[in-house]
C-alpha cells in the first residue's frame, strides 16, 4: 500500500514507519522541514501549506501530530500552540485529502483518551462514554471534529484515543525511569487513580490494524485491556526494576507544581478497548509487566 504519514518524526511515528517499511508499504512522511528523502513531502500546517497534488492515490492516511503536552506548563499561549499543532494538522489534511480526485481508503488520526476527562474516577469509558470536561477533552473532541472533511468525503475515519504509550525511547515511561532507578518511584497523589496504557509495539499494531480492517471506523481507544491504579502501576514498574516503591508525590505538592497540566497524573482514565476487543484485534502485550519486559529490554538493546 503506499502510505501516507503526518507526525512521522515523533515517538509512534518513527516506530510507525519502520514497521510499516518492513511490511513493504511504500511510506510517504510529511514533513514541516527540509526533505530528507526523494518521498518526503513538504507541508506547512501553520500557514494551511501542501501541494495537494502530491497527495493523490494513496490508499490510507495517518495524523500523528501534536506539540508534546507535557512538555511545557499549560499556560494560555502553550494550550493555543497544543490545539493549533493538532487542529490545523489535522483539519488541513483531511480538507486536503477530501479534495483529492483519487481518495484514500482510510485516514487514521491521533487523539487521547483525555476526550473523557481527568474526573471519570472507576468508570469503565468505552467508545459510548461521552466526551468529558476540562483543557484536555475539549481539545480531544475539537481535534476529532477537525477529520470530518474527510469523513464528509467517504473516506473512513478512525479516531485513536491512545492511553499512555509505555516505550523506554520517550514519553512518560522514559521520564519515570530514573526516578524509580534511584528507588524514588512511588505512587502519587491518592495512588487510586487509573491509568490507560498501551506498549509501543500495540500503538504501532492497531495503527496498521485499523488501516486494514475496513470495518472500523468512528472512536477506538487503543488502550491495552487491563487498565491499573496509579498504586499499581507505580509497583508493577519497581517490581520489573527491582526497586522499592514506598515514596510518595502528594497531589497538592504536584498542582502546586505542575498547575493545571497535573491532571495528566493525578485524573483517572480507566478507558477499555471495547471496539478492538469486539473486532478481534490480538494485543502484543495485554498485561503489564510484559509491557514493561519489552520497553526495558528495548532500553537495553539500544
Ligand atoms: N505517546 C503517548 O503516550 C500519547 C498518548 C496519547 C496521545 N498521543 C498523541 O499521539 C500523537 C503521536 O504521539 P507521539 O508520542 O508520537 O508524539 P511526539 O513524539 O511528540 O511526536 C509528535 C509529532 O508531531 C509533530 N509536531 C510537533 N510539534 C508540532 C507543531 N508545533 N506543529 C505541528 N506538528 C508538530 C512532529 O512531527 P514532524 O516534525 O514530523 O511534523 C512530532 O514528531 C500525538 O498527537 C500525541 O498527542 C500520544
Not at 92 to 115: N, Q
Not at 145 to 167: D, E, K, N, Y
Not at 217 to 224: E, H, S
Request: hydrophobic fraction near 45%.
Amino acid at each position: 500500500m503506499r502510505i501516507l504519514i503526518a507526525g512521522a518524526s515523533g515517538l509512534i511515528g518513527t516506530a510507525l514507519v519502520q514497521f510499516l517499511g518492513a511490511m513493504g508499504h511504500e511510506i510517504h512522511r510529511l514533513v514541516r522541514g527540509p526533505a530528507m528523502e526523494d518521498t518526503d513531502i513538504p507541508w506547512d500546517p501553520a500557514a494551511g501549506g501542501v501541494a495537494r497534488s502530491r497527495l493523490e492515490g494513496f490508499e490510507a492516511a495517518v495524523c500523528l501530530s501534536g506539540a508534546g503536552i507535557a512538555d511545557e506548563r499549560w499556560t494560555p499561549a502553550r494550550k493555543e500552540v497544543l490545539r493549533s499543532s493538532r487542529l490545523d494538522t489535522a483539519g488541513l489534511l483531511a480538507s486536503a485529502l477530501a479534495g483529492c480526485r483519487d481518495r484514500p481508503e482510510c485516514f487514521v488520526c491521533a487523539s487521547a483518551t483525555g476526550f473523557y476527562g481527568a474526573d471519570r474516577g472507576a468508570e469503565v469509558l468505552t467508545e459510548d462514554s461521552p466526551a468529558g470536561v476540562g483543557f484536555l477533552a475539549r481539545l480531544c473532541a475539537d481535534w476529532e471534529a477537525a477529520s470530518l472533511p474527510a469523513q464528509q468525503a467517504g473516506i473512513r475515519v478512525a479516531h485513536l484515543r491512545l492511553g499512555i504509550v509505555l516505550t523506554a525511547k520517550g514519553g512518560a515511561l522514559k521520564r519515570m525511569l530514573p526516578v524509580f532507578r534511584a528507588g524514588l518511584g512511588g505512587k502519587l497523589g491518592s495512588g487510586r487513580q487509573f491509568v490507560s496504557w498501551l506498549s509501543l509495539d500495540d500503538a504501532v499494531g492497531i495503527v496498521d490494524y485499523l488501516i486494514q480492517t475496513e470495518s472500523i471506523g468512528g472512536p477506538v481507544n487503543a488502550v491495552a485491556p487491563h487498565p491499573l491504579t496509579n498504586a499499581e502501576f507505580s509497583r508493577a514498574l519497581g517490581r520489573s526494576l527491582h526497586r522499592p516503591t514506598i515514596m510518595r508525590v502528594p497531589g497538592f505538592g504536584l498542582k502546586a507544581a505542575m498547575g493545571e497540566m497535573s491532571e495528566l497524573l493525578l485524573g483517572s482514565s480507566r478507558a477499555y478497548p471495547r471496539r478492538l476487543e469486539a473486532s478481534g484485534y490480538q494485543f502484543r502485550h495485554p498485561k503489564l509487566a510484559g509491557a514493561l519486559g519489552a520497553a526495558l529490554a528495548e532500553r537495553q538493546a539500544n
